[in-house]
């Protein structure tokens, strides 16, 4: 043991290669735990735009206030917030912020003057993209 | 091959490190991309299970009443008995139904005849069970027709539980009068302003022996001390605390008192520990020493507690002199200060009662030992301007200086204000023959919710053996604790003909009165009266419903998988209204879903069902 220590010291390269190796693993490692957050970022993003589904269960032209009432229900596997409201491509004030857990459901109320008999188009858009939504006419 | 490419990484020194590094890039990319595929898949199957789903909405109709509801368990028997048959036979009307036959729930069959007791809580909270009752029965007309022992002992207070008859001790008072008074405990309580029928007494056994008739047993306390002479009775469990100076003992079956300085001077019953209800407190009392003076005073206590000092309360006494009878409210306040002549070596009754100590208000009269007791109180007033107590320790007020008072027959019972009353039904003779059966019907509130029905109505059909005898419809009202028919659209009762009868009442507007909080209607039949044709009844159908001023959706499944139903909008002009549901539909079904709380008017409306994966069916009336 004492002879294998004499000879490493008296060795001047020995501490090269074993400083070189050490870098190697800790660049290594930091590279696949680079490598690991960032698959796991981007296939939970992914998976989330995948999950979302909302559904208008009915939209009201409210007499009463004069404004426009969505009903949504969230049937997807994760929670959505409702981002934008547009009315015929215009973004409207809504009651925001608007979020919806898995399987609930709410009244979003969006501030616009309808006009009876015209035609709208509703588009409820949510913070990762999903688009709800359609033409309805105003009775 | 193989070994030239072992022979290839042996000799390659960073053959090994690229190796790992592939494997695990590839092991991160299986991982990546199954983790996207299965979401993915997961994901598309819940659209192509939405794509297949198929529900529609085939009719929406009005409806006025519920389904029926049959009994959850068998009927009880209270009179009579069943014959053949189970409570299932009643659910529809078909060719099954179950007998009954006429005949009497009788305790005890040495006896010929009773008379039922009612008891009536006069207050609006409840009547705690132990409470003593007194119910005043003519037992000098019952004596004269040989219809009752004149030592009393063939007649018997008994309850009836539900299940079992239990014969409650009594104390008899005056028999032999044309006002005899029973006194005994009551067995159960009585909700605020109720009524419980479930006693009755019994007579009619010349070969009675002696009647249970432990006075203990009939009231909160009662002690005559009929016992050995005893130097000092707090060696006893029951009356283990004194308060102040003096000496209490047993001699010659009474209660000795010798004062001495001291104050409070009680002698505590312990046996009854604290008493949080108001009381009644009557007691024999005997001075046959009186020094006179502010110390000299004796009597009865209640609302005892230690401020100051242990025994401190409310009290009943004589005091001063032979002519008063005072309220004191100890080491506080003396209250009322009343007058009454008495004489030493004389036995009196003392009745003292407080009730609600907060008000500080008590009662006290006194009046000679064999003589009628007065209706008025010699002293109802106050204990002064001291701080009011509670409820506590109740007991004797014994003497701050060397008088000698005996008491005897110390009775206490609880209050109320004003007392529940007593009344005794007709006659009952054991070979009367009567049929009373009850049953439990629950109805579905989660369909019907009660604050949206209109009434209940009740229904039975039945044929009975003799056509002579009427029928009742009966339900338990949860105001007077009691089988009443009050309120009902008839009271008259039914005549039954010689074949299947259908008979039916409604609840009207009362029906409230008669629905527990979970829905449940105890309802009964009951025949008219005693007579004396053993009558058979057979019931083919027995069940209440709802009426509502509901609609009845109806869904059918067209798809091939099983649909949840989970939203339910009735839209029109003016109004979008939602209803959470919650049903069910297996593939190729249809299902009727009742809601009472949705009525539909003539105009036009649109009704829409959403499924829990999305999908909406429609149905519009135009």
């Given at each position: 043991m004492a002879v294998k220590l004499r000879k490493f010291l008296r060795?001047?390269?020995?501490i090269t290669p074993v400083l070189s190796n050490l870098l190697l693993t800790v660049v290594a490692v930091a590279a696949m735990a680079l490598a690991t957050t960032a698959t796991y970022v981007i296939t939970t993003n992914l998976r989330e735009n995948m999950s979302e589904r909302v559904i208008v269960e009915d939209l009201w032209f409210n007499n009463s206030t004069g404004n426009i009432n969505v009903y949504l229900r969230n049937i997807g596997k994760v929670a959505i917030h409702v981002s934008a409201a547009y009315i015929n491509h215009t973004s409207q004030p809504f009651n925001s912020p608007f979020n919806l857990e898995i399987g609930a459901h709410g009244w979003l109320n969006i501030s616009y003057s309808w006009a009876s008999g015209s035609l709208y188009y509703v588009d409820i858009v949510t913070n990762r993209g999903t688009h709800v939504g359609g033409y309805y006419k105003a009775p | 091959m193989l070994e030239a490419i072992i022979k290839r990484l042996k000799h390659d020194k960073h053959g090994v490190s690229n190796v790992i590094v592939v494997m695990l890039s590839l092991v991160l990319i299986v991982v990546i991309v199954a983790n996207v595929v299965l979401w993915s898949y997961q994901m598309n199957q819940l659209d192509w299970e939405k794509m297949h789903e198929n529900v529609e909405i085939t009719d929406v109709a009005n409806v006025t009443s519920s389904s029926w509801f049959g009994v959850q368990r068998e009927y009880m028997v209270n009179m009579g008995s069943r014959i053949n048959g189970t409570c299932i036979d009643t659910h529809a009307i078909d060719d099954q139904y179950e007998s009954f036959r006429e005949g009497s729930n009788w305790w005890n069959t040495n006896y010929g005849f009773r008379r039922q007791i009612t008891i009536v809580n006069n207050v609006a909270s409840m009547l705690d069970v132990g409470y003593s009752v007194c119910v005043t029965i003519n037992t000098a007309s019952l004596v004269s027709a040989s219809k009752m022992l004149s030592d009393g002992n063939d007649l018997r207070v008994v309850y009836w539980s539900g299940s079992n008859w239990i014969e409650l001790d009594r104390e008899v008072i005056d028999?032999?009068?044309?006002s005899t008074q029973v006194w005994f405990k009551t067995q159960a309580t009585i909700e605020a302003n109720g009524s419980d029928s479930n006693y009755y007494i019994y007579y009619r056994n010349p070969s009675a022996g002696s009647p249970p008739a432990n006075k203990i047993n009939v009231y909160l306390w009662y002690d005559d001390f009929d016992r050995a002479d005893k130097p000092d009775i707090t060696t006893e469990a029951s009356y283990s605390v004194k308060t102040g100076g003096g000496a209490w003992s047993i001699e010659t079956n009474k209660l000795k008192n010798v004062g001495a300085a001291g104050d409070p001077n009680k002698l505590v019953i312990t046996g009854l520990g604290n008493v949080n209800a108001d009381i009644d407190m009557l007691v024999k009392i005997e001075v046959t020493s009186f020094a006179g003076g502010d110390l000299s005073r004796m009597g009865l206590s209640c609302c005892m507690d230690t401020n100051p000092s242990r025994g401190s309360g409310y009290c009943g006494l004589f005091h001063q002199d032979t002519s008063s009878l005072d309220l004191l409210n100890d080491l506080r306040s003396w209250g009322t200060q009343g007058t009454y002549g008495w004489s030493l070596n004389t036995w009196y009754y003392m009745r003292f009662r407080v009730i609600d100590p907060a008000s500080r208000l008590g009662k006290v009269k006194v009046w000679q030992v064999g003589t009628t007791e007065p209706n008025a109180w010699t002293v109802d007033g106050n204990f002064g301007g001291g701080t009011a107590r509670t409820y506590g320790e109740v007991g004797f007020l014994g003497s701050r200086t060397t008088d000698t008072t005996y008491f005897d027959e110390i009775l206490i019972r609880y209050m109320t204000d004003p007392e529940p009353s007593t009344s005794l039904g007709a006659e009952e003779s054991q070979g009367d023959n009567r049929l009373d059966i009850d049953g439990t019907f629950v109805i579905d509130t989660s369909t019907y919710p009660l604050s949206y029905l209109q009434t209940v109505e009740i229904q039975i059909r039945f044929r009975s053996s003799d056509t002579g005898e009427k029928w009742y419809l009966k339900a338990y009202n949860r105001m007077s604790s009691t089988y009443i028919d009050s309120g009902f659209n008839s009271t008259t009762g039914y005549t039954p003909t010689t074949g299947w009868d259908y008979y039916a009442v409604n609840l009207t507007d009362q029906w409230n009165s008669y629905a527990y909080g979970n829905s449940t209607v105890y309802v009964k039949i009951v025949d008219e009266g005693v007579d004396g044709n053993q009558t058979t009844i057979d019931i083919d159908f027995f069940a209440v419903r709802v009426v509502i001023n509901g609609t009845k959706f109806t869904f059918q499944n067209k798809g091939s998988l099983t649909s949840h139903l989970v939203s339910l909008w009735v839209t029109n002009s003016t109004n979008h209204q939602r209803y959470d549901m919650n049903i069910f539909i297996n593939s190729g079904d249809s299902v009727s879903y009742i809601r009472g709380d949705i009525s539909l008017q003539n105009t036009p409306y649109m009704v829409k069902v959403v499924t829990e994966r999305g999908n909406t069916a429609v149905l519009t009336n135009p």
């Open positions: 060795d001047k390269r020995a | 028999m032999n009068s044309t």
